[in-house]
Every structure is written in C-alpha cells, then in structure tokens.
C-alpha cells in the first residue's frame, strides 16, 4: 500500500486568512486527487492532477502536483466558513491497480 | 445524474451479529469500490470490482466480510461476525474507469456495541 502523510492534521483559522495543506509520499503516482468530505457525507472530488508540475485553480483553490510527482499541495485564499471540512489526497497507480490510497485527511475549520 | 446510493445511513448492532450494506452506483460506472473509514482516519480500501468482477480484495477481511457485485450493478458488503473494531463508516464509490476520480455515496455508519 503507497502511503500517502498529510499535514497539518488540524488546521483552525479565521475568514480571510490563507493556508496551504500539504499532501506528501516516497511513492510515485500517476494521478492524485483532492477530496472534501463535510460530516455525514461522502467525500466530493475537487481536483484531479495528473502531470509533475501541474498547477490547477478552482476559484479561490490552488492545487499543485510535485515534479516527481510524489506529493501535492492545496493552499486556499481568503477561507471562507463554507471551505471548513476535512480535505483528503488520495494517490493512484497502475501498481494499486489504479485504486486510491487516501492520506487521513486535514481537518480545517474556518471561523468567522 | 443520480449520484451512488447506499443503505441503510445507520446501523448499531451488537457484536457477532451480522449486517449486510447496500450500493448502487451511478448508472454506467464499471467500477465500484467499498472503502472503510475510521473515525479520524482517511478511507481505507477494502474491495474493487470492475463489472462483477474483483480486481483488489487484498484488504479485505475475508475471514468475516464478503462482498458481491451481481450483474455488474448493484452490490451488498456483508459482515459476519462484527467485531467491535469493524465500527466506521463504510463508503461506497464508482467511476466510470478505473483512472478516473470517484462519486462516493454518503456513506452507512456502523456501531458495533
């Protein structure tokens, strides 16, 4: 199993600040995804990055595949209440035969 | 498009009784997968199939969960017996190739008492 560290675990800030969640492993992938997951629920993909170097924007979200492609990064501008959930990165590979290894998460909670 | 259906949301059973958990993918996804997630913990695979067949059960607990897929659709996970550490929620996703991102359902949580 490729394992796939997460950091921070937690995260708690205030509306407006900006962060950035890391997503790191020794493994190689061919694709990484990010997820939200709210309480309750199942998780929702945000962002699917398949190229090292490949930098992805979803409006106030930027998502960033390293060069090796062994890690990732999701940093968010301006966080708004609505962003807090816990964000999963999830890594596939021919050699998991393409199913997702998931980090345990980051757990953000934006206050207003 | 509906998204992945799954029943029942909630569970509590006591342990060694068994419990059975439903999926029904998005119409046309071949692939469907049965993750476990522990509280505080990211989702842990523990069965892939492509149509009704299994690709990965290498996580599975054999010994007490069994999963099926008939006619490549709809598929059940069974437990049996539960153990109190089996206590999680258990998701369901497909995709429509095995490459591409995941819907995930909204997930049966299971208390084992």
């Known amino acids: 199993t490729q394992l796939l560290e997460q950091s921070p675990q937690f995260l708690s800030i205030q509306e407006g600040e900006n962060l950035t969640v890391y997503c790191n492993s020794s493994s190689v992938f061919s694709s990484l995804q990010w997820y939200r997951q709210e309480p309750g629920e199942g998780p929702v993909l945000l962002v699917t990055?398949?190229?090292?170097?490949e930098v992805k924007k979803l409006k106030r979200l930027t998502f960033q595949f390293g060069d090796a492609r062994k890690d990732s990064s999701l940093h968010i501008t301006a966080a708004q209440p609505g962003d807090t959930g816990l964000y999963l990165c999830a890594g596939g590979g021919s050699n998991s035969g393409y199913a997702l290894n998931f980090g345990k998460g980051t757990s953000l909670l934006v206050t207003p | 498009e509906a998204g992945v259906a799954q029943s029942p949301r909630y569970k509590i059973i006591e342990k060694r009784q068994s419990v059975a958990f439903w999926c029904n993918p998005i119409?046309?996804?071949?692939?469907l997968y049965w993750y476990q997630q522990i509280l505080g913990q990211g989702p842990k695979l523990l069965i892939q199939?492509?149509?009704?067949?299994?690709?990965?059960d290498s996580q599975l607990p054999k010994d007490r969960f069994s999963a099926e897929r008939l006619k490549g659709v709809d598929s059940t996970l069974k437990i049996q017996p539960a153990k109190l550490e089996d206590s999680a929620v258990y998701l369901c996703?497909?995709?429509?190739?095995?490459?591409?991102?995941?819907?995930f359902g909204s997930g049966t949580r299971l208390t084992v008492v």
């Open positions: 199939f492509q149509n009704n067949g299994v690709v990965d």
């Open positions: 119409s046309g996804h071949a692939t």
């Open positions: 996703a497909s995709s429509s190739q095995q490459t591409y991102g995941y819907t």
């Open positions: 990055v398949v190229t090292g170097g």
